[in-house]
């Protein structure tokens, strides 16, 4: 009896151990998918920039109703800009229906599109909707060859035509639609963000870009992370709102001198990893150290940046939550 006791126990042993071996088998299998569609991600983005001339913005504010681009706000402004750059005769007094909702009843929606979102709206382009299913099936068909209007839509909402893109295969099972219940986002429905491929995952791969070297602005043109994600100073936060403090940098500043980013010319892809959290509300990013990872030293944020007095402070629960983040720069976790 007491043989009989030993040998079960040495197989409970010897299967628990099993069953970890096979769980951290899953994980980096896991983690090394997600590598693979940030590499693809970055492959759309430069096949975009070879197109168009420039990278994705991850901050761009779109009008349905053409008066509207009459606003003299910096916000406005900057979009006219980026679409211009885009589209040189693209028509500003036209109504455009980016959400394939007919504009019905007259109601024309204003769209405030943060990193992730443009991740998916530049990549991929208009959007087809079959509601016909459940869930319902999305499909990014690209933008319209016709150069003052690369938005527009055929009789009856349809996408058709010569087409630009999409540049990257969106897996339709993968992108969800950006609102306030699911991601946080002031857009009304018509906007999406591309969750990874790791089951159970709730939140949508970060987008930052760094403007051609010109340098990253995760608190938009005037540095302000609002006090809310309506607010103001929030109208053109590139994260969204409550989530990443600044991107990933390889030094942690001073208080004279601004921490140096990762990717200083192009941009950062952050997936949540593994836990499915960046970390903690308003601290993630900053400094990762190339050999220690995430570390909980204040990082300075650039001059102008006010948000959080200036500075991100980690403490080791939030570092801990943090470091299986999985980056383009890190090609993996960042630990």
Not at 3 to 10: F, Q, R, S
Not at 73 to 98: C, G, P
Not at 142 to 161: E, H, I, T, W, Y
Not at 210 to 215: A, C, L, N, P, V
């Amino acid at each position: 009896m007491v043989e009989l006791l030993i040998v079960i126990t040495i197989i409970a042993i010897l299967v628990s151990l099993l069953l970890v071996g096979v769980q951290a088998a899953v994980g980096r299998a896991r983690v090394a998918t997600v590598v693979s569609e940030l590499k693809n991600l970055e492959q759309a983005i430069k096949a975009f920039e070879s197109e168009f001339g420039m990278q994705p913005p991850s901050f761009i504010l779109l009008y349905e109703r053409g008066s509207d681009w009459t606003a003299n706000d910096q916000w406005t402004r900057a979009s006219r800009s980026i679409i211009r750059q885009l589209w040189k005769d693209y028509d500003f007094t036209q109504n455009v229906d980016f959400d394939g909702d007919g504009n019905t009843g007259g109601v024309y929606k204003t769209f405030r599109l943060t990193g992730a979102e443009c991740l998916v709206f530049f990549l991929g382009g208009m959007v087809s909707v079959d509601n016909s299913v459940t869930p319902p099936v999305y499909t990014p068909k690209g933008f319209s060859k016709v150069p003052a209007n690369p938005f527009g839509r055929q009789a009856g909402g349809a996408l058709g035509g010569a087409r630009s893109g999409p540049f990257y295969e969106f897996k339709s099972t993968q992108l969800l639609s950006s609102t306030s219940t699911t991601t946080g986002s002031t857009n009304p429905e018509g906007m999406y963000v591309y969750l990874d491929a790791i089951p159970g995952q709730t939140r949508p791969i970060q987008y930052f870009s760094s403007y051609g070297g010109s340098g990253y602005r995760v608190y938009g043109i005037n540095g302000q992370l609002g006090a809310s994600a309506s607010s103001t100073e929030a109208g053109d936060n590139e994260a969204f709102y409550d989530s990443f403090g600044w991107v990933y940098t390889k030094t942690p500043g001073s208080a004279s001198t601004a921490p140096e980013p990762y990717n200083p010319n192009t941009f950062q892809l952050i997936s949540p990893g593994l836990d499915g959290e960046y970390g903690d509300a308003n601290l993630c990013g900053g400094y990762v150290n190339a050999t220690n990872g995430v570390q909980g030293v204040t990082t300075y944020l650039p001059p102008g940046t006010l948000p959080a007095g200036g500075t991100l402070a980690k403490t080791p629960a939030n570092i801990a939550r943090e470091r299986d983040n999985i980056t383009n720069f890190a090609g993996g976790e960042i630990h």
